[in-house]
């Protein structure tokens, strides 16, 4: 079964706008969260991270919202650009886990 | 300070026949995972590796699916009678330590006609 989940599959924004990327996951034995952006033809490349004794982390335009209580976490990317445009995944993995648990996926467009 | 290689980039198959894919991880690293990304999908854990053995196998199809990766050289997934199912895009990631901070590389989409 999906061990994270992730919404919106896709989102359209305006530029300049605020966009939020939503993940949840059962298993508490997850202590990190990454987010990957990936571009059409090209491998995830690591955006930014959080472990959960943090409830937020900001890198930049590029934040990290995590709510340990609700098992959720998300990614809110301020001030959108075209350029942002790209598919997100949420990921989780256990200590001394050997894998990633991906999330399905968020197609974002960043209309200019 | 080159990232993690991928080659192919882009491989073509014909049902039956086999398939190799290599990866090269990033100077440093001594981790290697393998992942498979099937259309409008995440990324599927396949396997782990170290120099020389097999960690994790958990994720790999039983049959027909095989991984090593060498003392010397790239870590090679090799898909044996190759299926249209097997038509996707297969990610190496590598790490430092495990499992924190994979490195992915731009993949290898593989299409079996």
């Known amino acids: 079964q999906q061990q994270v989940k992730q919404s919106p599959q896709s989102l359209i924004v305006q530029k300049g706008g605020i966009s939020i990327i939503n993940c949840a996951y059962e298993?508490?034995?997850?202590?990190?969260f990454p987010w990957y952006q990936q571009f059409p033809g090209k491998g995830p490349a690591l955006l930014i991270a959080?472990?959960?004794?943090?409830s937020e982390k900001k890198e930049g335009r590029f934040t990290i919202s995590f709510n340990k209580s609700a098992k959720q976490f998300s990614l809110h990317i301020m001030d959108s650009q075209p350029g942002d445009s790209a598919t997100y995944f949420c990921?989780?993995?256990?200590?001394?886990?050997?894998?990633?648990?991906f999330g399905t996926g968020t197609s974002l467009t960043v209309i200019p | 300070n080159a990232g993690v290689m991928q080659n192919p980039r882009h491989l073509v198959r014909r049902r039956g026949q086999e398939a190799r894919l290599r990866c090269s991880p990033m100077?440093?690293?001594?981790?290697v995972y393998w992942y498979r990304q099937l259309p409008e999908e995440g990324l599927k854990f396949m396997v782990y590796?170290?120099?020389?053995?097999?960690?994790?196998e958990s994720g790999m199809p039983k049959e027909r699916f095989s991984a090593e990766f060498p003392k010397e050289g790239p870590s090679i997934l090799r898909i044996q009678q190759v299926v249209r199912g097997d038509s996707a895009a297969y990610f190496c990631?590598?790490?430092?330590?495990?499992?924190?901070?994979?490195?992915f590389g731009p993949g290898t989409r593989l299409t079996v006609l």
């Open positions: 990631a590598s790490s430092p330590v495990r499992p924190d901070t994979q490195y």
């Open positions: 990921a989780a993995s256990k200590p001394a886990g050997n894998q990633f648990y």
């Open positions: 298993n508490t034995a997850f202590d990190y």
């Open positions: 100077k440093g690293h001594s981790h």
């Open positions: 959080i472990r959960p004794d943090v």
């Open positions: 590796l170290q120099k020389e053995n097999i960690i994790d």
